[in-house]
């Protein structure tokens, strides 16, 4: 029963880990957990989020200094969007 329970736990934890994080949503912390993301390119995110929300990939490219298409194919296939979408030039995360 004890093995069956934290089997369970563990499938539970491993899906929040996977679990989207929108950058029109998410707060510093939640893009912090994005892994490359530090707390300079989050601060840049949040800075730029109050000037109003991002279109869309392009937008956050153009806006946020440091954000190119390579980290922006490399945070979404860590699971970060932009209002839901996942960056077209990401690679397939693996299941």
Known sequence: MLKKL?????????AASFAAVDVNTA??????????????MS???VKERKKG???DWNDLISRVK?????????????????????YAGAPAKPA
Do not use: C, R
């Open 43 to 45: 601060g840049k995110i």
């Open 27 to 40: 707060s510093a912390a939640d893009l912090d957990s994005v892994k490359g993301i530090g707390p300079d």
């Open 66 to 86: 440091g954000m190119g298409e390579k980290n922006a194919a490399k945070f979404s296939a860590e699971g970060m969007t932009v209002g839901g979408a996942a």
């Open 53 to 55: 929300q991002f279109k």
């Open 6 to 14: 934290l089997a369970v736990l563990a499938m539970l934890y491993a």
